[in-house]
């Protein structure tokens, strides 16, 4: 899944350019006045004292971090996941595996089978937060998934059909009964199950038919669900009906696109093959419907705590990030408004107004100002450059480009100002769905002749500026994300700018994007690495972290891949703290949040999530803010 890091043109988010497996993705697209060290394709790490031995997670335990165990069936929760809803979940399980609520399983042989296949029931809240945690994981067909959001545990009483019912169900059937028993519950052609089903739905239909005959009681036409999903489906209405979790009303009219039997005397009359193999008491099946209130065994929750909806502000995590930067803030933007907090979330301060778009944002190396773009104006205004004094919240616009800024930024002696700038508009018309008819340049200017510019009442244009990176239009060349090193090369005295190349912007199969750096004075263009974007230094200058949470480390040229555990959205973009001892990131897609972590390379480094606001990059001062 693309990770939409981006900010889109107009008054939207657009997403981030991967590179896949073109075999341009590894060409030399440089201009020939660049340079290019010899940059690793695969991360190494250099070597180092072995570490004492710590417990090693799974994927799996990363991602799902809350757990209960049903005889010794998982269930595990993304992080953020209700655990009520877990705990109905297991309630449900048990009472399906063990009806008579003894404490036994009802087929011991069914248990048995499904831990040895690994059955998990995986849950998150809704489908985001869960394709976001299973995008890493081996796919299995022993998982079944179930969202919070479809958890109803008083769903008879609210006149609401509880997917538990189901989703638990179907993880049953079709890793334990269809194992222990393939001849009758076998999800294959010419089981007994099988052939049952190719009676109720009017013949057999290896895949969904245009349409079915007018004599069939099961009528699925899920595109996606093959044969054996089918039989999985069918089990389901089938058993349910036979318990009474469809007789609800207005419950027919509900399901009658798919199953006409929504009724224990309905199925006994019109499937008698299903209804015989279903009641069959030599197999162990349910005949109560579960309620969710097992009386045999209370199941708690175990695993890192719920991060995913804002972390308390007294988090040690928050808190210790507090200490070690004492004075620092943070910048963001919320895609209207520039804001600005202590790296714990508190003392949130408005600085700006820059609705009704803007981002790309950054510190002057005074922490005075904060710079970013903004479409502030009349409509269809290109997003230009602004500034806002911390201090007194004075908001001034800075350039006239009348064509879009994509990232600007102050070099941290005070002495250049780099922007990018795009070669149009993308707030008229439909420009902002094609973006591939448009290229950036970088551009650069003395900061001196910027502010005499401004203090004349003016704005800078292209024409007070000097081009330190650009390519032809045709080349298709974009030149932004723009990062200034903190510290000045000792050789020259000169700053040096890190900024991403994408080729065919807004192209997902055919773009890629690398990462250069370059001097103020447009010597010394040196690819960083490839298939990188959003580059952004430390405050010793010494590692460039990227959007994947990789960095650079220039001390010995390798790449590192930095982790976070216990947060389930997608995380990006980290910023190093000014310690070198924690990092703020992106979490999620759209309304973003900030999270925080240390830095570390290990499998369980814990992360946060810094309360409830929308933050879009974050970003550490430079110095203490009075």
């Known amino acids: 899944m693309n990770l939409p890091k981006k900010f889109a043109l107009s008054t939207s988010l657009i997403p981030l350019i991967l590179c896949g497996t073109l075999a341009g993705c590894n060409s030399d697209n440089t201009d020939s006045s660049t340079t290019k060290p010899a940059v690793p394709n695969l991360p190494t790490t250099p070597t180092a004292p072995n570490p004492p031995p710590k417990e090693t997670k799974t994927e799996l335990e990363i991602a799902f971090p809350l757990h209960t165990k049903v005889f010794n069936i998982p269930i595990r929760g993304v992080s953020g996941t209700s655990k009520d809803a877990m705990l109905h979940a297991a309630n449900v399980m048990a009472q399906y595996l063990d009806n008579n609520e003894d404490g036994v399983p009802d087929n011991q042989a069914i248990v048995d089978r499904m831990v040895a296949q690994e059955a998990t029931l995986l849950m998150a809240k809704n489908s985001t937060d869960f394709e976001s945690a299973v995008k890493k994981l081996e796919q299995k067909d022993t998982y079944q998934d179930l969202l ?137 099946l349910a005949v109560v419907l579960p309620n969710g209130d097992y009386s045999a065994k209370e199941f708690t929750i175990e695993g890192i705590d719920d991060h995913s909806v804002g972390t308390d502000i007294n988090h040690e995590i928050l808190q210790s990030a507090l200490a070690a930067n004492s004075g620092y803030k943070v910048a963001y933007g919320d895609t209207t408004k520039i804001w600005m907090m202590n790296p714990d979330g508190s003392d949130v301060t408005e600085l700006a107004d820059a609705s009704p778009i803007s981002g790309y944002v950054s510190w002057g190396p005074e922490a005075d100002y904060v710079y970013f773009a903004s479409a502030k104006g009349a409509n269809e205004s290109a997003w230009e450059a602004f500034r806002v004094n911390v201090e007194t919240k004075e908001l001034t616009q800075l350039s006239l480009f009348e064509e879009d800024v994509r990232s600007l930024g102050v070099s941290p002696d005070g002495e250049y100002l780099a922007i990018s700038i795009m070669s149009g508009n993308s707030n008229i018309g439909e420009n902002n769905d094609n973006l591939t008819q448009f290229h950036t340049d970088l551009y650069i200017m003395k900061m001196n002749e910027a502010k005499d510019v401004w203090a004349q009442g003016n704005k800078i244009t ?165």
């Open 148 to 284: 919070g959001d479809e958890v109803k545990p008083n769903g008879v009483e609210n006149g609401e059909f509880d997917a538990t019912l189901e989703e638990v169900l179907h993880l049953i059937t079709h890793v334990g009964y269809a194992g222990v028993y393939p001849e009758v519950f076998g999800e294959v052609v010419d089981s007994s199950i099988a052939d049952a089903m190719d009676i109720a739905r009017g013949g057999r239909f290896e895949s969904i038919p245009n349409s079915y005959p007018d004599n069939a009681w099961y009528t699925y036409d899920d595109e996606s669900c093959e044969y054996g999903c089918m039989i999985t489906e069918y089990t389901y209405w089938s058993l349910t009906s036979i318990l009474g979790a469809q007789k609800n009303p207005g419950r027919e009219e509900e399901i009658s696109n798919e199953w006409k039997l929504n009724t224990k005397e309905k199925v006994a009359m019109q499937d008698p093959t299903i209804f015989a193999i279903l009641t069959d008491a030599s197999y162990g």
């Open 462 to 626: 292209k024409a007070d500026m000097s081009l330190l990176v650009s390519s032809p239009a045709a080349d298709q060349f974009w030149y932004e994300e723009l990062n200034w090193s903190p510290k000045v090369s000792t050789d020259d005295g000169l700053p040096v700018l890190a900024y991403s190349k994408t080729w065919r912007y807004d192209e997902d199969d055919v773009s890629y994007t690398h990462v250069y750096t370059i001097n103020a004075d447009g010597s010394d263009n040196t690819l960083i690495a490839e298939n990188k974007d959003q580059p952004i230094y430390d405050f010793d200058g010494q590692r460039l972290t990227f959007l994947d949470l990789s960095y650079f480390d220039f001390s010995d040229h390798t790449l590192h891949q930095l982790k976070v555990t216990g947060i389930s959205q997608e995380i990006s973009a980290p910023a190093i703290s000014p310690d070198g001892n924690f990092m703020i990131f992106e979490v999620g897609d759209e309304n973003r949040k900030a999270g925080m972590a240390r830095i570390s390379e290990e499998n369980d480094n814990e992360g946060v999530i810094i309360g409830e606001l929308n933050v879009y990059e974050p970003r550490w001062s430079p110095v203490p803010v009075n």
